[in-house]
Structures are given as structure tokens and as C-alpha cells.
């Protein structure tokens, strides 16, 4: 329910906002798609209208005043068939050898990475991936963002709030992280849902785990129309 827009928020807000070095891996879009996503959230304009080449004026005058900050920023985006471990060392460190060392790592999402041998399970392989995108995160010291699905039973609760349990494929993907943020919104999960829900257009951040500090919940606005979340109006 929104995890690919909750990484590529962070992903345009350290490679536009603060010029941080990024690496935006997409195993479930083409560029092209991250790339309309990226204008829609940065403009405000609608990702349908991008997608349709339907803008009007107003919208085009507003792409045009964030292209030349997308294009600065030193993002890059990669959608491999194939997306291995030693695949993404070698992006770091391409990245590096052109001045740019990195500073940030999305990976959309780890259920989706290539094996590179046999392995026993699911389990083991994608315990594999947490293991390997830890070591990353250490050697080039920086934060490594593991995007992931949650299970489907998760909905059947009477709450239809996911927990950490319900990472998919491996509690590797737990143990690995230093946090965990769970994204959920209240008006696509419940199953009384209706269009005029009385929390529509909202979404909880909960941040399940945190070793570094105490674990809350964050309300955002939801504008999947600008394909982003947004800070919610005060008062």
C-alpha cells in the first residue's frame, strides 16, 4: 500500500533535496516509470496526466521549473533484469570512480533479487539478500533502504495493521535492519472500506522497530496522484 512511494520519496529528498549521491534500484518498474514518478511527485502534477501526455499549461510550466533540479541531482536509477549482490557493489562502486560516492541505497524490492546459485529455500535465499545488503551498508557506510512485501494475512485481522511478523519470505529481513517502517493506510485495507472513509487520504508510518531511538507513529498525507506522501497540515 504504498512501499515503492515511501522509497522513492527518500530517494528524491537525499538526491534532490540535499545533493546526496543515490542509488535507486527498481525491480518491479522500468525507468521510464520512475522517472514519470519522480516529475508527478516533484511537480505536483498528476502521474496520470504524465503517463497519457495529457498536460495542460499549468502542469507543463510546472515540470519545466523542476527539470533542471531532477536533472542536476545526482540520482541514478537502475532496473536490472538480473539484480545480484555483487551487481550492486559494482554500481557503488562505479559511482565512486566518477566522484560521486554514494550516500544513499533503495533497493525495490528484495523478494525480487537474482540467485546466484542453488539454495535450499525462499527462506535461506532471501535471508541471503539481508545479509548481503547489511554487509554493503557497512563497507560503503551508508544507509541501505530494503523495500519488501508484507503477507496478505495481514488484511484479515480485525485491525488490518501490518507487523514486523509479516515480512515476507525471511525474518532475516528484521534482524538485519537497524529499523522498520511499516507503511499502512487505513482506507485501503480495511474491508468496510468506502469513499468517504473517515481517515481517506491519510497514511500511518509506523516505525516498528528502531535501535537507535523509540518507535512511534507518523501520520502522512497520502498523494498517490503525485505519486508521493506528504507532510500532513498542521492545525
Not at 527498481?26 to 497519457?52: C, D, F, H, W
Not at 559511482?95 to 527462506?123: F, I, N, W
Not at 548481503?132 to 523495500?147: R, S, Y
Request: glycine share 8%.
Amino acid at each position: 500500500s504504498g512501499k515503492s512511494t515511501a522509497g522513492l520519496d527518500i530517494a528524491r529528498h537525499a538526491g534532490i533535496r540535499h545533493k546526496m549521491p543515490t542509488l535507486y534500484i527498481s525491480l518491479e518498474m522500468p525507468t521510464q516509470l520512475v522517472r514519470e514518478r519522480i516529475y508527478a511527485a516533484e511537480a505536483k502534477v498528476g502521474l496520470k496526466n504524465i503517463k497519457e501526455h495529457n498536460l495542460s499549461e499549468a502542469d507543463w510550466e510546472r515540470v519545466a521549473k523542476v527539470r533542471p533540479g531532477i536533472n542536476a541531482a545526482p540520482i541514478w536509477i537502475a532496473t536490472p533484469a538480473q539484480c545480484t549482490l555483487s551487481m550492486i557493489r559494482q554500481r557503488l562502486q562505479a559511482m565512486g570512480r566518477k566522484g560521486y560516492p554514494p550516500r544513499l541505497l533503495v533497493v525495490d524490492h528484495v523478494g525480487l533479487m537474482s540467485s546466484t546459485g542453488r539454495s535450499e529455500s525462499r527462506y535461506t535465499e532471501v535471508s541471503a539478500y539481508a545479509r548481503g545488503l547489511k554487509l554493503i551498508a557497512m563497507e560503503f557506510d551508508i544507509p541501505v533502504v530494503m523495500l519488501c512485501q508484507v503477507n496478505r494475512g495481514a488484511g484479515q485481522r480485525s485491525d488490518a495493521i501490518p507487523r514486523i511478523s509479516d515480512l515476507r519470505d525471511s525474518g532475516e529481513l528484521e534482524q538485519s535492519s537497524d529499523m522498520v517502517l511499516i507503511v499502512h493506510r487505513p482506507d485501503y485495507d480495511l474491508a468496510d472500506k468506502v469513499d468517504g472513509h473517515e481517515r481517506a487520504g491519510e497514511v500511518d508510518l509506523y516505525i516498528a522497530k528502531n535501535r537507535s531511538g523509540p518507535t512511534a507513529v507518523v501520520t502522512l498525507s497520502s498523494q498517490l496522484h503525485y505519486a508521493r506522501f506528504a507532510d500532513m497540515a498542521q492545525g
